[in-house]
């Protein structure tokens, strides 16, 4: 009871804060529309047993929305209403209709992300990719997603131990990371050191406790190296305030990790941070002047300055870093910025909005388009589009020229190679080299800011393999991987069409399933890997053929000399016995009766086939081809059941048939198979399921058609669809 007391207090601060802060951003319609809303979601909970109360959850989330990032009525309303939309109190077209397409949109992005969660999605899983595309829709979405998981992270005790650990994961794994590239770095920071906290607690509390222990004489420290630049600064007029601002858990963890040292040796702790009360049209030259101040008392790291004035990044982030010799010869880093800028750093690209007078969130769709384009991918695999998306989110940004003096921002660490393929696919697979500031270098040279760059191209070059660790953006990595996969299969048709045209040079018989042998026998993995093995001449033509001619040998030999040594309770039945069409064999047409029959399913047989007949347990006849997977069990083990059959005429008007196609992985590939089937007279198609792994397409197709030889017919035109390697009938 003291409980539920308490929350109905919080829920009444937090309701009284959000109004405060959203301050002339509500109407009076829009504050009593969020009561009504808050109450009916309130309602809607009474009794419930949560973890987290959910309307405590919602109201925080508006609250970090508004007061940590500087979102404003869409986003209030969105989440406040997004209780009664998953309740079914409203519909999407009522939200629209009531409070704008804006919100509504926004309500829908929060419900597939919603649902992807119901299912257990986890960002390490395809489903990654469904959330991000939720979430890119609305920049918004992804705000709100963000401020929910610092509410829960921030309640994590809350919880059990594997949703807390899944919650923290996924915080270190997707959501600071996002956070990042929002620009959002306050709220970065803490949920990567709470991830830290439940993630690894002994590695926390190890340099909590070395903090703790270093506290004084690390304050000590700042106070001496701050105060003469004080005085200076004092001196010059400058209206500022200047602080020492010891660096996240996280990240003295992250260079403990990556420098391969103890905790004594990182020198850069702290840094100092310089913000001035400048005039807009004075900010860069203020700036520029307190670094030549500082850079006068002590000496600079040239290796180490930062300059994001000049070009901002591209989450907004503006400052100008650089890193002096201080005070026992010790590293310290001084951050220059304004007070517009810092509350840049610390709201994101909310407040560069708020300072650029931009309505909405249009400074973020040049990054959601190229965000949506890496994510409808198809060739790209979960795993590594996490790591590609993950690298995307937290490198720094290089800015390089064009011949024609046009601005290209890269990533830090980017390649001439990943140069040439920010400007066209083409260009890249085909690049040799570049010339870089008028000097020839080559692809794997790393670009600097100010670079121009004019990339050097042969009609003769190809996309190469070790490609993938030369570039390092993943637009460059996702266009070599998908040009890759066009030559793996360019050289599979090519090898396709070797054994084709060398087999029948040779008058040899082949059939799909002598090719699967060959599959199995040479360790192949797919149709594909044997096919470019021939082209690349790594398996010798004259030991397929032997090979393949012993598969198909005792097929012929069944054929002919009637030879198959089924062995039937001490009778011997063979295919040539069973194929004979005597008066005593079933007749299977459309005037049989007093017999129950069935086509069976396992083999769909269709009119024309070899077939026989089997003699089910309830009396009925069952039909089976006689090249069914099942007969050879069928005729060793009830031998006393099988009949023999043949057609003499239809059973019926069209006859199922399953087909098995195996291509290339094109999306062009379905449209020209359904195309073709559409068209094909007689032929009436009742299925399609495709799936793809690997760049290799998988159709399985049933039909209805007339009879055996309009199903040849059909396998031929099929089988000459561009992109198709084999058709098998299942």
């Known amino acids: 009871m003291e409980d539920t007391k308490k929350e109905r207090q919080e829920v009444l601060r937090l309701y ?14 829009d504050i009593k529309d969020v009561h009504e809303l808050l109450k009916g979601s309130a309602d809607r909970q009474e009794g419930r047993e949560n973890e987290i109360n959910p309307v405590l959850r919602d109201l925080n989330t508006v609250y970090l929305t508004v007061k940590e990032i500087g979102m404003g009525r869409a986003t209030i309303i969105s989440v406040m209403a997004f209780d009664a939309f998953r309740a079914g109190i409203i519909t999407q077209d009522e939200i629209a209709k009531r409070w704008g397409a804006d919100v509504a949109k926004i ?103 070395r903090l703790k222990e270093t506290q004084v004489a690390r304050e000590k420290y700042i106070a001496d190296f701050i105060n003469p630049l004080k005085k200076r600064l004092q001196d010059e007029g400058f209206d500022f305030t200047i602080k020492g601002r010891t660096k996240s858990i996280y990240s003295i ?5 990556k420098k391969g040292t103890p905790f004594e040796n990182i020198y850069d702790i702290f840094a100092i941070r310089v913000i001035l009360n400048s005039k807009p049209e004075k900010e860069k030259a203020d700036c520029w002047q307190v670094y030549s101040i500082v850079t006068e008392k002590y000496q600079p790291n040239p290796q180490r300055l930062r300059d994001w004035l000049s070009i901002p990044k591209s989450n907004g982030y503006e400052s100008l870093h650089t890193t002096v010799m201080g005070p026992e010869g010790k590293w310290v880093e001084v951050q220059i910025r304004t007070r517009r800028m810092d509350e840049i750093a610390e709201k994101g690209l909310a407040a560069h909005w708020k300072y650029k007078g931009i309505k909405g969130e249009e400074g973020m769709d040049a990054w959601l388009k190229n965000l949506r384009e890496i994510l409808e991918n198809p060739e790209k695999n979960a795993a590594d589009f996490v790591d590609d998306f993950k ?44 010339k870089v500031n008028g000097k020839a270098v080559p692809i794997r040279h790393v670009l600097s800011n100010g670079d121009q760059v004019e990339v050097l191209t042969s009609p003769n070059q190809q996309p190469k393999q070790d490609w993938l660790d030369i570039v390092r953006t993943s637009k460059a990595k996702t266009k070599i991987k998908q040009a890759l996969r066009e030559v793996e299969l360019k050289r599979a048709e090519e090898g396709r069409e070797i054994l084709e045209r060398k087999l029948k040079n040779w008058k040899e018989e082949w059939s799909d399933s002598s090719v ?46 009637g030879t198959s040594a089924f062995s039937v309770s001490g009778e011997d039945f063979t295919r040539k016995e069973l194929e004979k069409s005597g008066d005593d064999a079933l007749v299977i ?22 077939i026989f007949g089997f003699v089910s347990s309830s009396g009925g006849v069952k039909i089976h081809r006689m090249d069914c997977p099942n007969a050879p069990q069928l005729i060793s083990k009830y031998g006393y059941r099988i009949v023999k059959a043949r057609w003499a005429g239809k059973a019926g008007s ?48 049933t039909v209805l058609v007339n009879d055996l030889n309009q199903y040849e017919n059909l396998r031929r035109k099929i089988a000459s669809v561009k992109g198709v390697m084999s058709v098998d009938r299942n």
Not at 253 to 257: F, R, S, Y
Request: net charge negative; aromatic share 10%.
């Open 391 to 434: 690298l995307d989110l937290y490198d720094d940004d290089v800015f390089v020229f064009t011949p024609d003096g046009e601005l290209k921002k890269l990533k830090q660490g980017s390649t001439v190679l990943d140069f040439a393929f920010n400007i066209h696919s083409n260009i890249g697979a085909r690049c040799v080299g570049a």
């Open 516 to 561: 699967a042998e060959a599959i199995k026998h040479y360790g192949l993995k797919s149709v594909f890997d044997f096919y470019q093995a021939i082209a690349n001449e790594k398996i010798d033509l004259q030991q397929v053929r032997e090979f393949i001619a012993r598969v198909e040998k005792p097929q012929a030999a069944v054929a002919t000399e």
């Open 589 to 610: 047409d459309e005037s049989l009766s007093g017999i129950e029959y069935k086509l069976s399913k396992c083999c769909h047989p269709i009119y024309g086939d070899k």
């Open 253 to 257: 963890w992250n260079k403990i990790k």
């Open 16 to 29: 009284r804060d959000i109004l405060t802060a959203a301050e002339g951003q509500l109407s009076k319609s």
């Open 107 to 209: 309500v829908q992005g929060l419900t597939r992300a919603s649902e992807l969660y119901k299912k257990g999605a986890a960002v390490e899983t395809e489903n990654f990719r469904k959330l991000l595309l939720s979430m890119a829709e609305d920049v918004r979405v992804i705000f709100i997603l963000i401020a929910e998981r610092v509410y829960l992270m921030r309640n994590l005790e809350r919880f059990d131990e594997d949703r807390r650990q899944k919650i923290a994961r996924e915080a270190s794994y997707l959501y600071a990371p996002m956070a990042h590239r929002m620009g959002l770095y306050k709220l970065k920071t803490e949920l990567e050191d709470l991830s830290l906290k439940w993630l690894s607690p002994d590695i926390y509390e190890d340099i909590v406790r």
């Open 654 to 701: 069209q006859y199922p048939i399953a087909l098995r196609i195996t291509g290339k992985d094109d999306i062009a590939i379905v449209t020209n198979i359904t195309s073709m089937l559409s068209k094909e007279s007689g032929v009436t198609l009742r299925s399609f399921s495709v799936d793809s792994q690997d760049g290799v397409f998988h159709g399985h197709v």
